[in-house]
């Protein structure tokens, strides 16, 4: 059923997110001290990546621009924090949302664009009946599969996902006529 | 999709649907008996007393064998599988979202050049050209103008920066609302309202589909992006409950039974809300008090274990690292005094106020986009108001960067870290507290300056808000609601910290606030009128409070945020009695019967039934009376859901109801599959034969499709107790009888119709039953 195709989909992707994840980049964890302005010099953020252990001033802040008696005073001042992100998984759900983004933009060009032009040079504008209420509509015409059917004799699987694009189109359809031309659902 | 299944009644041996393959999907699917046509009301106690039917058959049979044992096993264990699944699939949708967000909110401005999926922070993450006052200053992240012209500074880059922000704000919601025109037009608005009218028995197919889905999300992301003043809230929850759809259709035991579904689609609605925020108690209260219509404590255990997996995997998932799953976490625990309780409910009934002034304007606005030539432009619409949200947006800081990002400034202090416009106070040299323990000082420059622009957000924000809520692309308000109160709270919380420096020795100030002290926490104010604006829209009370201290983690401050919680609601309730998504059900003329209206009208139940005065008489049917034909001819020329069925004409005692459309598919099917019935074939409902002469045709038996059991009151029955029975059992229909004689019919649309009447509203905009 679809419905176990598509959790076993959703497992993979989970297994390809999880393999970068676990994939440690070193440059992931940072230890990030905030100083404030003191006296005479500026305030300053500085960055090293040390573990969490050496995530203090003492350590991560270098150079240090007070000498010996004002270094406690400055560091007391200073908030330092680790941090840690995962690289691999930022890069690989960008990438994943872009290519599902640009698949349906493909899809779309073809469905509105493309499909109309094509059917018409193959067919003639003649054999295929426009219905009635398809005024502003750019949807394919209604019964272009019985069409098709008639003039290749095309294998079953094919045939069946024509079927089943055209039902989930007329599907569509209702619902856009009920949510933008009638407004009946939605406001 | 249902399997296809022979008109037989639903067999529940069906259970774990296991490998179907991948043309069963393909096929249309085929119209059972006892599923429901699109719009129309499911009833509630034939789905209990199926589940309970199909309960009992696998119980009874699970002592047979060991087979059957592991099998009722799993079918007890299906639902906490079903919750499992649910809170995965949200969390990783959250996840998805949250980071695609982050990247195309900062794409407007610029780019990392050494890596384009990286937004700004994350770009400047390991650099060390960062300083004090600009945190995110890298080179590696240029903005636009920077990139084509090689200038970072003056009129000429601003323009450009100024225009390509547009430019990337409008391109992005073109393509949000052509998705949603061309692929799934169901994806469009918030989806509060349609859910709650769903979980109350309600049809609406593909509104909880696949494509629905996936475009919500791709589109959720694009709206976001795009600066538009909307929130990802509602739509989230509007993700978690077709999840849940999704998964349902794995076990029959929930894709056959419309009642078990909407128990599950509860517990996804309290797992949205919980990734949406990162709060999954507050997430099982909305879904208890805000969505779901029957929450037995079944659900609130599945509500609660789904909320808890969908929580763990967003924080699994953790791409921010480990500071910001709290979404607005504050970092301070200063207390508040009981003199600012002053302030608070003051912030409470400007909540209030902008509640009922927000959802009056919304309301308006939407009804003249559902009537007038404004509506026929939905693609026009969206992007004439980006643009407007655009142009206006940029100049102000505030306004430019993403809401959340605002909200968790202003809720934030200002201690010696910070070095923002809004905490440029005036630092005494020789201070030396620890960071969090800075007294109350003057404001500079820099914090009149923030104010002014903070005033011009504010009104902003109120004014595109309207417009924005319910256009044709996924839109949500709690964000939106929220800002406006955290910036009318910090404008109040400093002036309240001013005036306490200021005039220390007033009356008021001098028990509290000693110089030198830390008194007044702006930010503490900020969060106050952020609660007291989202009660005073959506009217929640509880799990408002318990989302906002999830989502600071403020636990000092719970009372502070009732009072302005309480106070909001108060207010608002005075002006109007319905919250946002109830006004949008019932403009949209949904049959939602809610549980809060109080009938206490004196009308009886004869006042309301059908047929009335002037109507045509009931359309019966007889119970070894009728023809094929006959019951052809009434099904062709009425529109009524459902028959009553008596024992004649005569005595019009009642046996019982069938509805319109397991009549029509047993009729259809028995010309097709059994010999010998034709028009003449007398259909009848007797448990035996009747009496017939010998040359009749062969007559039909529809006694299986008859419900021996319809509910009844008499005529005198007060409408007060018939509402109760409607609202508590979830009825369809209910039929009125008088000394035990049929006497008329009182549906769900009536009901509502009567309602509607009583309260001097439309009752002809009651348009679904």
């Known amino acids: 059923m679809q419905g176990v195709f598509l959790l076993r989909t959703f497992v993979f992707v989970c297994v390809l997110l999880l393999s970068e994840v676990t994939a440690k980049n070193s440059e992931d964890i940072r230890c990030k001290c905030i100083c404030p302005p003191y006296r005479e010099i500026e305030g300053q953020i500085y960055k090293q990546n040390v573990s969490l252990k050496d995530c203090n001033c003492l350590h991560v802040v270098e150079p240090m621009p007070v000498d010996g008696k004002d270094v406690e005073a400055y560091c007391l001042r200073c908030e330092c924090k680790y941090e840690e992100r995962s690289s691999g998984t930022i890069k690989v759900t960008i990438i994943i949302y872009l290519s599902i983004l640009g698949l349906l933009l493909l899809y779309m060009v073809y469905l509105t664009l493309l499909e109309p032009i094509l059917k018409r040079r193959l067919f003639g504008h003649s054999q295929l009946i426009q219905s009635d209420d398809d005024v502003g509509d750019q949807q394919p015409f209604a019964n272009a599969h019985n069409v098709l059917s008639r003039s290749h004799s095309r294998p079953n699987m094919l045939n069946k996902v024509e079927h089943a694009q055209q039902r989930w189109r007329r599907q569509v359809q209702e619902q856009r006529k009920s949510v933008f031309d009638r407004h009946v659902v939605l406001s | 999709m249902e399997a296809a299944e022979g008109v037989s009644s639903a067999t529940p041996t069906d259970e774990l649907n296991g490998a179907g393959n991948l043309m069963d999907f393909l096929e249309e699917p085929f119209p059972d008996v006892a599923t429901y046509e699109d719009f129309h009301t499911i009833d509630w106690l034939r789905e209990k007393s199926r589940d309970t039917d199909r309960h009992r058959k696998i119980t009874s049979k699970s002592k047979e064998s060991i087979w059957d044992l592991t099998k009722s096993l799993l079918d007890a264990w299906s639902g906490w599988v079903v919750m499992l699944l649910i809170g995965l699939l949200s969390g990783t949708l959250a996840g998805v979202i949250d980071l695609a967000v982050d990247w195309m909110t900062d794409l407007k401005e610029g780019v990392c050049l050494s890596a384009f999926w990286y937004s700004h922070e994350q770009c400047c993450w390991t650099s060390n050209e960062t300083t004090f006052d600009d945190r995110d200053k890298c080179p590696q992240w240029q903005k636009w103008a920077e990139l084509m012209t090689g200038h970072s500074e003056g009129a000429g880059a601003y323009v450009l920066n100024y225009l390509l922000y547009v430019l990337w704000a409008l391109s992005f919601s073109f393509l949000a609302v052509s998705l949603v025109r061309v692929f799934a037009p169901y994806a469009c608005g918030s989806g509060i309202p349609e859910i709650k009218t769903i979980l109350s028995g309600f049809i609406i197919r593909g509104y909880l589909g696949k494509w629905t889905l996936l475009i919500k999300t791709v589109t959720l992301v694009l709206a976001v992006s795009s600066g538009l003043s909307l929130g990802k809230e509602g739509p989230l929850v509007h993700v978690a409950c077709c999840c849940g759809n999704l998964f349902c259709s794995l ?19 309290a797992a949205g809300v919980s990734v949406a925020f990162g709060a999954p108690i507050g997430g099982v209260l909305f879904s208890l008090e805000e969505v779901s219509y029957y929450f037995p404590l079944k659900t609130l255990w599945r509500s609660f274990f789904a909320a808890l997996v969908a929580a763990f995997t967003l924080r699994s998932i953790n791409p921010f690292g480990n500071s910001r799953l709290v979404l607005f976490y504050v970092e301070y625990h200063t207390p508040w005094y009981m003199a600012e309780l002053v302030p608070f409910i003051l912030l409470g009934v400007f909540g209030g106020l902008w509640g009922t002034l927000f959802i009056r304007a919304n309301i308006a606005w939407c009804r003249r986009r559902k009537t007038t030539q404004l509506g026929k432009y939905p693609v026009l619409e969206v992007i004439a108001v980006t643009a407007i949200t655009a142009v206006l947006a940029y100049p102000n800081p505030y306004t430019r960067r993403s809401t959340s990002e605002l909200i968790s400034e202003l809720f934030n202090d200002c201690g010696a870290l910070e070095s923002s416009q809004l905490c440029d106070y005036i630092n005494n040299p020789n201070m030396s507290r620890p960071v969090d323990d800075i007294p109350d000082r003057p404001a500079g420059p820099g914090v009149y300056n923030a104010l002014w622009q903070l005033v011009l957000a504010l009104v902003f924000k109120i004014v595109i808000t309207i417009f924005t809520f319910g256009m044709k692309i996924p839109s949500g308000l709690f964000i939106p609601s929220m800002a406006v109160g955290a910036i009318a709270g910090r404008i109040v919380g400093i002036a309240v910290e001013q005036m306490a420096y200021h005039h220390h020795d007033w009356i008021i100030f001098k028990n509290w606030c000693r110089p030198g002290a830390d008194c007044v926490t702006p930010g503490l104010y900020a969060m106050v009128g952020a609660a007291a604006c989202l009660g005073g829209v959506t009217r929640m009370t509880v799990s408002l409070v318990v989302i906002m201290f999830e989502l600071t983690g403020g636990l000092e401050y719970i009372v502070p945020l009732m009072a302005a919680a309480v106070t909001s609601k108060w207010v608002a309730d005075a002006f109007g009695k ?14 939602y019967l809610d549980v809060r209206d109080e009938f206490t009208h004196r009308t009886l139940a004869a006042d309301v039934m059908r047929p009335r005065r002037n109507d045509p008489p009931l359309a019966v049917l007889t119970q070894d009376a009728t023809t094929v034909e006959d019951v052809e001819m009434l099904i062709k020329d009425t529109d009524y859901n459902g028959f009553p069925v008596v024992v004649s004409r005569d005595s019009e005692r009642l046996i019982g109801f069938v509805q319109r459309r397991d009549l029509t598919l047993a009729i259809k099917n028995a010309r097709q599959k059994q010999d010998g019935v034709v028009s003449s074939s007398v ?87």
């Open chain 2, 251 to 269: 076990f029959s035991k929930y894709s056959k039974n419309e009642g078990k579904r909407r128990e599950v689609l509860s517990a996804a609605a």
């Open chain 2, 578 to 591: 319905e919250g946002i998504y109830e006004s949008h059900i019932q403009l949209n003329g949904y049959p």
């Open chain 2, 683 to 769: 259909v009848y409902f007797t448990e035996d034969v009747p009496q017939l002469p010998a040359s009749t045709p062969q007559p039909l038996k529809l006694r299986r499709i008859l419900n021996l059991s319809p509910f009844t009151v008499t005529d005198h029955t007060p409408m007060e107790t018939v509402v109760d029975i409607f609202r508590k059992l979830g009825l369809r229909q209910c039929l009125v009888t008088r000394s035990g004689r049929l006497l008329g019919i009182i549906t769900k649309k009536d009901v509502l119709r009567h309602m509607a009447q009583m309260m001097n509203q439309d009752p002809e905009s009651i348009m679904f039953n």
